[in-house]
């Protein structure tokens, strides 16, 4: 596959991350493909992924985990099998009910027009603190983190 057609493939699964069409956005991955989060304490969809099942696992974690308020791709290079993706996201913890703003990085290596592997960069600290349960007497849910 060209570099067009790489792009192509990634920027239609974020719009089915949007639309909530995880099924068919699995379908745009290799049976053995590798999923990367960052490990952050206390976020529960951080970590590595194996193959399509345990990335499956990832979305639902995800989705139990967060409420996506703003998902935003911005930049869009693609070099060779490499796709990488720039841009900004809103989160809100659903345990804590604080919301957090995250630029994030993604790099994804794609093969034969799946995606192989994709990893994330992104603002852990405000994602840690977004998910660290706040001991009784401290702040109030709800009060935004921002990177």
Avoid at 13 to 41: K, S
Wanted: charged share 25%; aromatic share 10%; glycine share 8%.
């Amino acid at each position: 596959m060209d570099v067009q057609e790489n792009k192509r493939v990634v920027m239609e699964g974020y719009q089915m991350f949007r639309n909530g069409d995880i099924t068919h956005l699995l379908e745009r991955c290799h049976d053995d493909a590798v999923w990367i989060e960052p490990e952050v304490e206390n976020v529960p969809f951080a970590g590595r992924y194996d193959g399509i099942a345990e990335i499956a696992g990832f979305f639902q974690t995800l989705d139990l985990a967060v409420e996506t308020l703003r998902f935003e791709p911005k930049e869009v290079v693609a070099e060779g099998d490499k796709v990488v993706v720039t841009g900004e996201a809103t989160w809100l913890c659903r345990q804590t009910g604080r919301s957090y703003d995250s630029p994030w990085v993604h790099v994804f290596t794609m093969r034969d027009g799946k995606v192989a592997k994709f990893q994330s960069f992104q603002d852990t600290a405000a994602a840690e603190r977004a998910f660290q349960p706040e001991p009784p007497g401290q702040a109030a849910a709800g009060t935004p983190l921002h990177h």
